[in-house]
């Protein structure tokens, strides 16, 4: 039976879990992607804790396998989109993923605060 942090079938060979996956039980269970917001660079995960956040404002899809994975979310931006991202100033805005810059609001494109 495979380890966590490997998957394979009934009786071996077990393989790691592939880069942006885990899987924390004994067996034959597939590896599960990292959530939404995190990846993980290493085979071998086994546990979602094994998943690594993306850094504040930015977000990666379901199985990211490296920091540049993540990307800035809407409301703010970054150089190349991520993974540094920075919320837009007031009265600025983007609301689109992976923003390199943010744009003057106009009366429909703009929260009380000043971010989309």
Do not use: H, M
């Amino acid at each position: 039976s495979c380890i966590p942090g490997s998957t394979g079938p009934s009786g071996g060979p077990c393989e790691l879990c592939a880069p942006g996956t885990y899987k924390p039980e004994y067996g034959e269970a597939n590896c599960t992607l990292c959530p939404d917001g995190t990846f993980r660079e290493a085979r071998g995960g086994a546990t979602e804790l094994d998943c690594s956040n993306c850094p504040d404002y930015s977000t990666a899809l379901d199985g990211g396998t490296r920091l540049e994975d993540c990307i800035c979310e809407p409301g703010a931006f970054g150089p190349g989109g991520g993974p540094v991202c920075t919320p837009c100033a007031a009265a600025f805005f983007t609301d689109q993923y992976n923003s390199t810059s943010c744009e003057p609001c106009n009366a429909s494109a703009c929260a009380a605060d000043g971010q989309s």
